[in-house]
């Protein structure tokens, strides 16, 4: 016999039970994002692959390592599953001239791929909401982004989830930056582990960001960023900090918060957790506005972010919360081939009143078919043999109350069972 097929290791399937908590949660997203204004859009899962060399950064990890590339057979072409979405974004932005009357404020949702070793809150196939704002240069839009979101975590109820915010600066601030850092580090060449040496030509400034307990002291002693900065940068930095004063949000001024990714200039931004284990980071964005022009458009500001869906979802479970599971509201069993048109003709007319109903199939006697009823958390079953088929009728029996069952006409179906769900409602105030 040959094996069982599995899912590739860092895929996984969303089964149904998980896949209504996705749903919940899509739903509460679209929401939110529509109360600021965002437009959804949706890019191709597979770009060119110069795509995200020229955005990301040629020597970051993720073009370096952790691409899924490869070579179509047609044509030749480099191509490569999408690991993140601002690039796409802005590609798309550009291809379709988004920006000729305007800014924009956009989202999108979606599945992200990455080469790396699975593990709990990071996965090859990973999926974000990634939230773009396009052609706005002021702090503002830093600063609403990040209010956002904290909104969305009072939504969702999530606690234990903290801001942390720094600068990057302009690219000829970050480079008198890079000069003075790569002096002291190769000062201390001895103690850089094996990443930091091969980074410190390349993207010194990802050197800041190591998790090597035996490089923090020196990391530490690094020069700041932050003291590079000129006049502008640093009044857009604090124009960001007042906005969030002002709404309340508090932050932590994180210095070694550089983010991954080259294209990032001026406000970064991550909202992190200590209940995810290493992958604590739940959401994370920033300003990148040389991006736009780094693609062939006409220069304009952007700033964007995207939070890991599992990740939050990871949290939301772990705190104790409960998503609502989805019931019918009828469930309609039924025996008897005449039974069974009358069955689907009910089901029908319940449908087109709006209601959700669960037909059953697959045969079974009326004590089985009723057992499925009650599990499957319906508040009523419609109940059809042969004499209600022949009486152009349905009986109604209530599966979460003492209320006595009754037969009724199949024109006055709709009607009941609207009414008996409506008085349930009106007594407890849920269904």
């Given at each position: 016999?040959?094996?069982?097929?599995?899912?590739?290791?860092?895929?996984?399937?969303?089964?149904?039970?998980?896949?209504?908590?996705w749903e919940q949660f899509e739903e509460q997203v679209r929401d939110w994002l529509r109360a600021y204004g965002y437009l959804p859009i949706r890019m191709p899962m597979v770009e060119?692959?110069?795509?995200?060399?020229?955005?990301?950064?040629?020597?970051?990890?993720?073009?370096?390592?952790?691409?899924?590339?490869?070579?179509?057979?047609?044509?030749?072409?480099?191509?490569?599953?999408?690991?993140?979405?601002?690039?796409?974004?802005?590609?798309?932005?550009?291809?379709?001239?988004?920006?000729?009357?305007?800014?924009?404020?956009?989202?999108?949702?979606?599945?992200?791929?990455?080469?790396?070793?699975?593990?709990?809150?990071?996965?090859?196939?990973?999926?974000?909401?990634?939230?773009?704002?396009?052609?706005?240069?002021?702090?503002?839009?830093?600063?609403?982004?990040?209010?956002?979101?904290?909104?969305?975590?009072?939504?969702?109820?999530?606690?234990?989830?903290?801001?942390?915010?720094?600068?990057?600066?302009?690219?000829?601030?970050?480079?008198?930056?890079?000069?003075?850092?790569?002096?002291?580090?190769?000062?201390?060449?001895?103690?850089?582990?094996?990443?930091?040496?091969?980074?410190?030509?390349?993207?010194?400034?990802?050197?800041?960001?190591?998790?090597?307990?035996?490089?923090?002291?020196?990391?530490?002693?690094?020069?700041?960023?932050?003291?590079?900065?000129?006049?502008?940068?640093?009044?857009?930095?604090?124009?960001?900090?007042?906005?969030?004063?002002?709404?309340?949000?508090?932050?932590?001024?994180?210095?070694?918060?550089?983010?991954?990714?080259?294209?990032?200039?001026?406000?970064?931004?991550?909202?992190?957790?200590?209940?995810?284990?290493?992958?604590?980071?739940?959401?994370?964005?920033?300003?990148?506005?040389?991006?736009?022009?780094?693609?062939?458009?006409?220069?304009?500001?952007?700033?964007?972010?995207?939070?890991?869906?599992?990740?939050?979802?990871?949290?939301?479970?772990?705190?104790?919360?409960?998503?609502?599971?989805?019931?019918?509201?009828?469930?309609?069993?039924?025996?008897?081939?005449?039974?069974?048109?009358?069955?689907?003709?009910?089901?029908?007319?319940?449908?087109?009143?709006?209601?959700?109903?669960?037909?059953?199939?697959?045969?079974?006697?009326?004590?089985?078919?009723?057992?499925?009823?009650?599990?499957?958390?319906?508040?009523?079953?419609?109940?059809?043999?042969?004499?209600?088929?022949?009486?152009?009728?349905?009986?109604?029996?209530?599966?979460?109350?003492?209320?006595?069952?009754?037969?009724?006409?199949?024109?006055?179906?709709?009607?009941?069972?609207?009414?008996?769900?409506?008085?349930?409602?009106?007594?407890?105030?849920?269904?």
């Open positions: 016999m040959s094996q069982t097929l599995q899912a590739i290791r860092g895929m996984n399937d969303i089964l149904p039970a998980d896949a209504e908590l060119p692959t110069p795509l995200f060399a020229r955005a990301i950064g040629e020597v970051t990890d993720i073009v370096e390592k952790e691409m899924y590339s490869f070579t179509d057979g047609l044509n030749g072409e480099q191509l490569t599953l999408r690991p993140e979405g601002t690039a796409s974004c802005v590609r798309a932005v550009l291809q379709h001239n988004l920006l000729y009357d305007g800014p924009k404020r956009l989202w999108y949702m979606g599945p992200m791929f990455r080469h790396e070793r699975p593990q709990k809150g990071r996965y090859r196939q990973f999926h974000q909401v990634g939230v773009e704002a396009m052609g706005f240069a002021g702090p503002d839009i830093d600063a609403e982004q990040i209010v956002m979101c904290a909104r969305l975590w009072d939504d969702l109820g999530l606690e234990g989830i903290r801001l942390e915010i720094n600068s990057l600066g302009q690219p000829e601030e970050r480079a008198r930056h890079r000069s003075e850092l790569v002096a002291y580090l190769s000062g201390h060449a001895d103690k850089l582990d094996t990443d930091a040496q091969r980074r410190l030509h390349t993207n010194p400034l990802r050197i800041l960001d190591s998790k090597n307990p035996h490089m923090q002291e020196l990391v530490d002693g690094a020069p700041k960023l932050i003291d590079y900065l000129g006049e502008a940068s640093l009044k857009h930095f604090e124009g960001v900090q007042a906005l969030l004063r002002e709404a309340a949000i508090p932050c932590r001024i994180n210095p070694r918060l550089v983010r991954g990714l080259d294209y990032y200039n001026l406000t970064v931004f991550e909202w992190v957790t200590d209940q995810l284990g290493a992958q604590g980071t739940v959401c994370a964005g920033g300003r990148y506005d040389g991006l736009v022009a780094q693609l062939g458009g006409k220069p304009a500001p952007a700033c964007g972010f995207a939070m890991g869906i599992e990740r939050l979802l990871a949290l939301w479970l772990d705190q104790g919360n409960r998503h609502a599971v989805q019931v019918p509201d009828v469930y309609v069993v039924h025996q008897g081939e005449a039974a069974a048109l009358h069955a689907f003709r009910a089901a029908e007319r319940l449908r087109d009143a709006g209601f959700a109903v669960h037909l059953h199939c697959g045969g079974g006697s009326f004590k089985s078919q009723m057992k499925k009823a009650d599990g499957s958390g319906a508040l009523l079953a419609a109940i059809i043999g042969d004499d209600e088929a022949a009486a152009n009728q349905v009986s109604l029996k209530p599966l979460r109350d003492e209320v006595e069952q009754r037969r009724i006409d199949f024109d006055e179906l709709a009607d009941t069972v609207g009414t008996l769900l409506y008085e349930w409602e009106d007594d407890d105030g849920s269904i």
